[in-house]
């Protein structure tokens, strides 16, 4: 049985919309039951199930935490349905700087959680790794060059821009993107996908949302995102994270996407204007 009909089955006769691009570790759906709409995940192996569970352990109901109802698994497939957390994500939200503020206020506080509960959860990343990442994603980034049509003076006034500085790893979501905040009609924002949880230098967590919001929303919404925070960063500081996480998203939508990717126009352009500051 495939995700969507696994959701279906789920629904008890309610509708079903799957949310976002199928991943190949979970898929979402928002499903309108009879009882109201909720959010349904579907976890393609059992490690990726256990592994948000973990980091559900330490989140121990922070600001943000998606609130589970039900728990199960069909034909060995885990699932979870998370009560509703509104019908907006910040991708899709109308300029509100309060969200945006709210989004600022749940990545602060995750990045304030004991990180001696995060043991079990492997993969983060350490300052050595970030500043190996770095360059290996421009030389990856270079192959797509033609597709994407990003002129060999931008590669290489990428490449010779600094790593980023990194603080010391907390517990960090690691994609807090704009897609993944969820936003209700009071402007209640939730943080969902955590499968990927781990630690990481936290100016990884506050660069990505802080770029995803304002392509998303505007540089108010930025703005409004690191006021939340509490915290902000130097521009000379602010602009190597940027760069680095215009470069993965390029890589990442061109290895799943084929012919030319001109889709991706505007996040070229991001990456230019950054480069060659």
């Known amino acids: 049985m495939d995700a969507v009909q696994l959701a279906r089955g789920l629904a008890d006769g309610g509708r079903v919309n799957q949310l976002g691009t199928p991943g190949d570790a979970t898929h979402t759906f928002r499903v309108h039951s009879p009882a109201g709409p909720y959010i349904l995940k579907i976890y393609e192996r059992e ?26 698994d069909t034909d060995d497939t885990h699932w979870v349905k998370f009560r509703d957390p509104g019908a907006w994500t910040m991708a899709t939200l109308p300029e509100n700087a309060t969200a945006a503020a709210n989004c600022g206020r749940i990545v602060r506080a995750i990045h304030q ?70 936003v209700n009609d009071s402007a209640e924002v939730t943080l969902f996908d955590w499968t990927w949880a781990t630690l990481t230098p936290p100016e990884w967590d506050f660069t990505l949302a802080y770029w995803s919001l304002g392509s998303a929303a505007g540089d108010s919404a930025s703005a409004a995102f690191a006021e939340g925070y509490g915290a902000n960063l130097a521009d000379d500081d602010l602009r190597p994270w940027i760069i680095y996480h215009i470069a993965s998203y390029l890589i990442r939508e061109a290895e799943t996407s084929s012919g030319r990717l001109e889709q991706l126009r505007k996040y070229v352009d991001q990456l230019a204007a950054y480069a060659t500051l």
């Open 47 to 72: 490690s990726y199930a256990r592994r948000e569970e973990r980091s559900f352990t330490v989140l121990d109901g922070a600001p943000g935490t998606p609130a589970i109802f039900e728990r199960g």
């Open 113 to 182: 959680l004991d990180t001696a509960n995060v043991t079990n959860l492997h993969g983060g990343m350490t300052a050595e790794q970030v500043a190996s990442d770095y360059e290996s994603t421009f030389q990856r980034l270079n192959r797509f060059r033609g597709r994407l049509n990003i002129g060999a003076d931008v590669i290489e006034a990428a490449m010779a821009v600094p790593p980023p500085r990194c603080s010391a790893p907390t517990f960090s979501h690691n994609n807090p993107s704009a897609t993944n905040f969820y």
